[in-house]
């Protein structure tokens, strides 16, 4: 029994060794995968011209609420809705009834109060007169010098409340800041307001307009420079479009903030544009267009790039294999785009048959198909 066993196992183990050794024999035979097909260019640095684009803001360059300061009814509005007005126009008035009473009785109060102190300094001349002779008690000379300077300080207490109730019924008018366009009034006539807390309306400037947009850190030096550079009138380095329609006036930069903000990074650079027709409003939404004259850019035809979880690659050739390098871009200009980092002049990138590419996958370069990698200028 047992012999028939070994004879049985025998065979069978002879079979697996020889399936093992036909399969090794056959990967020995095709060998390593053939080179992969491709084309390629050679990495040149261009001079282009273009615009760089940010999302911007639409603001007012000047912008106020105009604010109850006294509290009252609404008794005159001396506008219509969305008027442009004038510096020192007069807008809104409120009920002044109570406070020009209150500024008689204060007027009232500071004549009685200099007839007092005329009264109270008679007697000190009077009672000083006496002294020199002898006449009165030292006390009596202090106790008038005493009520005179009471008087005094009483007369100039009640010429603050003169001046302080002169304001509120100053403030019973409103008026203009600066020129600009009021919007739509939110108080109508006979309406309570509140001193300090009612907003009546908003006035705000419409020429120039200014369009707020964030820059990256990086790129401060080149606007700060762009600031103390003396610009021409007819200059277009700042545009702004809204869809496929451009503004037809160019800008210049108003200012740059102080500080940049750490959560994004970036700082908040402010534009002045010109609105003779009142095309720009405040809160309306574009793109800043800035010129970038970019000389030794780095350009790369668009096919050279490959997309990997959010990040982008290009394939540089090394003697006969292929290494995968990570790359920043920038503007894409037509078939072309701009490489800010990752790729030097004179290195060789596969521009086409990347599908089948590995790190350090073999290729063959298929010289009738190489792309020309500069754009024409």
Not at 252 to 265: E, F, N, T
Request: hydrophobic content about 35%; some cysteine; charged content about 20%.
């Amino acid at each position: 029994m047992r012999f028939h066993v070994i004879e049985k196992i025998f065979p069978i183990g002879i079979m697996l060794l020889a399936a093992c050794g036909s399969k090794n024999s056959q990967q020995q035979a095709q060998g390593p995968p053939p080179p992969v097909p491709v084309s390629v260019t050679t990495v040149q640095r261009t001079d282009v011209g273009f615009y760089d684009e940010y999302p911007g803001t639409l603001s007012a360059l000047n912008q106020v609420e105009l604010r109850a300061q006294v509290t009252g009814y609404i008794t005159g509005i001396y506008f219509k809705d969305g008027d442009k007005v004038k510096k020192g126009q007069k807008l809104y008035s409120i009920d002044q009834q109570v406070y020009e009473a209150n500024y008689q009785q204060a007027l009232a109060n500071l004549q009685v109060q200099e007839t007092n102190l005329i009264k109270a300094q008679k007697d000190a001349d009077r009672y000083h007169m006496l002294d020199k002779e002898d006449a009165i008690a030292k006390q009596q000379v202090d106790y008038a010098d005493a009520s005179l300077e009471a008087a005094r300080k009483q007369r100039d207490a009640a010429k603050a409340n003169v001046r302080a109730v002169q304001t509120s019924v100053r403030y019973t008018t409103l008026e203009a800041p600066f020129d600009g366009t009021i919007g739509i009034s939110q108080v109508k006539m006979g309406a309570a307001v509140s001193a300090g807390q009612t907003i009546l309306n908003t006035v705000s400037s419409n020429d120039p307009m200014a369009a707020d947009f964030p820059v990256s850190q990086s790129e401060i030096y080149r606007f700060t420079a762009m600031q103390q550079k003396v610009k021409k009138v007819t200059d277009s380095t700042f545009r702004l479009s809204f869809d496929t329609e451009t503004y037809p006036y160019a800008g210049s930069i108003y200012l740059i903030d102080r500080a940049v903000d750490p959560q994004s990074g970036t700082i908040k650079t402010r534009l002045s544009f010109p609105n003779p027709k009142g095309l720009l409003k405040p809160g309306m939404s574009g793109t800043v267009k800035v010129w970038n004259d970019a000389a030794g850019t780095v350009m790369v035809p668009f096919s050279s790039v490959t997309e990997q979880l959010g990040e982008f690659f290009a394939y540089v050739v090394t003697g006969d294999k292929v290494t995968q390098r990570k790359i920043l871009l920038g503007k894409q200009l037509s078939t072309y785009i701009i490489v800010k980092e990752g790729l030097k002049e004179g290195e060789v990138i596969v521009t086409q048959g990347m599908q089948k590419l590995r790190e350090g996958s073999a290729v063959k370069i298929d010289t009738a198909k190489a792309a020309s990698q500069a754009p024409a200028k």
